[in-house]
């Protein structure tokens, strides 16, 4: 039989194991502390961007963000069959939620707005035309 200085030790090692796994639950990918949560979006993001007329695309937005007022200037390249179209022209939106984003990206000739959520330092989401039936996705990483 255990005496009771033994039951003692074997409880508080069963403490210290459980408050170890406890720290590390705590310190999961989703909390993670190297990667925190954006609270304003201001810089220069690139990546990809999904259209259903091209092969590929690439997109680069410079965002401002003042309170929930969104302005700045994109670039975006679009690739069809090795024949590349250079796009640019400004963006403007707002904060519409807590991770939430409406960004209308204005070229001469087309209003594509997007719909985007932030996820760490990822801005990803869908796009639409506002003057043809085109959509399709995009994600862009913050520099």
């Known amino acids: ?3 009771f200085n033994q039951k003692l030790q074997n ?7 459980a408050t170890i796994i406890l720290s590390f639950a705590a310190c999961s990918e989703e ?3 190297m990667s925190p949560q954006l609270t304003n979006i201001t810089g220069e993001w690139e990546g990809t961007l999904n259209h259903p007329g091209y092969d590929s695309g690439t997109l680069t937005l410079q965002i401002i963000q003042s309170n929930d007022n969104i302005s700045g200037d994109y670039t975006m390249r679009l ?3 090795n024949n590349i179209q250079n ?7 707002a ?5 939430n984003y409406s960004i209308t ?9 997007c719909t985007l959520t932030l996820n760490s330092v990822t801005l ?15 994600s862009v990483q913050k520099n």
Do not use: A, F, H
């Open 1 to 3: 039989m255990k005496s």
């Open 87 to 93: 796009y640019s022209g400004t963006l403007s939106g």
């Open 95 to 99: 904060k519409t939620g807590n991770n």
């Open 11 to 17: 409880l508080l090692k069963m403490g210290l194991l």
């Open 31 to 33: 909390n993670d502390p």
């Open 124 to 138: 990803s989401g869908e796009w639409e035309s506002s003057i043809t039936s085109l959509s399709g996705s995009l």
């Open 79 to 81: 690739v069809k069959n």
């Open 105 to 113: 990206m204005t070229v001469t000739t087309t209003t594509w707005i």
